[in-house]
């Protein structure tokens, strides 16, 4: 059982969030890059780890952990010291948990349908997230009492929520770019130290 902490990765891939949040923790990690155009993400020997063949994949003491909220919330957990996460017996940890959750439950099936042009259902509440307007409202609505979604501190939600957030103004997507209260969420976040190491290291050259 090793302590090092394998991190797979391309850059073009959600994985830019857990390095992000592998920064954060301040977690010694050793990259394996994987190649999307020779497909090394479908090779026997990494669907082996992720049969998904998916990234980000992190190794750490004889665990695999995949998918990107699951990713994030693992490091949070298992370095403490960073002061991501609330602690098991605050009662921040229900709100925290529940940002995570509506990250990938709401936000990132919400956004997806939006940006790809998906029809729409005719009965909202068959769709887990309701409607694209109640994510974006539900959104506005916490941050507006910000500055962070728990209040003012910046947890593992944040980094994970905001990364979504940032991703999609980046790539247009409707209601977020130009609206103050996503503008300077964005602004925070990405003013974070652990953010510009990521960001000076993906930059092109």
Known sequence: MSDE????????????????????VGAPYRIELIDFEKREHKSPEFLAINPMGKLPTITHRGTVVTETAAVIAYLADAFPKAGLAPAIDDPARGSYYRWLFFGAGCIEPALLDKMFKRPEVERKSAVGYGSYEDVLNTLRNALEKGPYLLGEKFTAADLYVGSEINWAMMFGAPGLKGEAVFDDYVARLTARPAYKRVAAVNKPA
């Open 5 to 24: 902490i394998v991190f797979y990765y391309n850059p073009m891939s959600r994985a830019q969030m857990a390095r992000w949040m592998l920064e954060e």
